[in-house]
């Protein structure tokens, strides 16, 4: 629920708020899924990306996008 209350968020050009439920919702999803990749962590690094892009902090935009990349890689090569 953190997850869709930060993409109504920064829908509503309030990238700030945005971060603070995508922050909650990675922390929730993390204890799930027992630090596991998973396609929902790698999407919520993705969207805080997306968040810090519109706050226009770079180097914030790039650590996120890096890390969903990374997670999503390390998921596909295990399947294949």
Do not use: C
């Amino acid at each position: 629920i953190y997850n869709r209350f930060g993409q109504l968020s920064l829908a509503q050009r309030w990238p700030d708020v945005a971060i603070k439920y995508y922050e909650l919702s990675l922390t929730v999803y993390k204890e799930y899924y027992k630090n596991k990749p998973h396609p929902r962590i790698a999407l919520t690094f993705y969207n805080l990306g997306k968040s810090y892009h519109k706050l226009r902090n770079v180097q914030k935009t790039i650590e996120h996008y890096k890390k969903s990349l990374a997670m999503y890689e390390q998921m596909y090569e295990k399947t294949g």
